[in-house]
């Protein structure tokens, strides 16, 4: 029997309107854990997670929260973008995601998310 890894991970690098883009998915147990990294750092951490008040599960709500770093409006804005589709993929898990990007722009959203869907380890 082939042994398989306790942690699951996967990465993907891209260049993005000049821009080096790394993407990094990782499953534990509890949660995903995805870092988005322009600088080849972290930066900021956030932690979303499924609220379970919700009781509609086609139109699930996420609370997001800063953990480390700057804890700006956009970064809110991006976590809950990106960790709404990654959380109902992977069964409502949280999302713990590593946000460190030079271009905030909503047209890099699909491509964020398409590489993200390429390194899917849920």
């Known amino acids: 029997m082939a042994h398989q890894p306790f942690i699951k991970t996967r990465q993907t690098e891209k260049t993005i309107n000049g821009i080096s883009t790394?993407?990094?998915?990782?499953?534990f147990s509890n949660y995903i854990f995805i870092v988005l990294t322009q600088y080849g750092k972290i930066g900021t951490l956030v932690s979303i997670t499924p609220d379970a008040r919700?009781?509609?599960i086609s139109t699930p709500m996420f609370t997001?929260?800063?953990l480390l770093g700057k804890d700006?409006?956009?970064t809110h804005v991006y976590a809950k973008n990106i960790a709404t589709f990654v959380s109902q993929e992977a069964g409502n898990r949280p999302v713990l995601?590593?946000?460190a990007l030079k271009d905030c722009s909503a047209e890099n959203?699909?491509?964020l998310k398409d590489m993200i869907k390429s390194c899917q380890v849920w």
């Not at 790394?22 to 499953?27: A, F, M, N, P, R």
């Open 97 to 99: 995601l590593g946000l």
């Open 64 to 66: 997001t929260k800063v």
């Open 54 to 56: 919700c009781s509609d």
């Open 22 to 27: 790394q993407v990094v998915c990782t499953e």
């Open 109 to 111: 959203m699909k491509t």
């Open 72 to 74: 700006e409006a956009l």
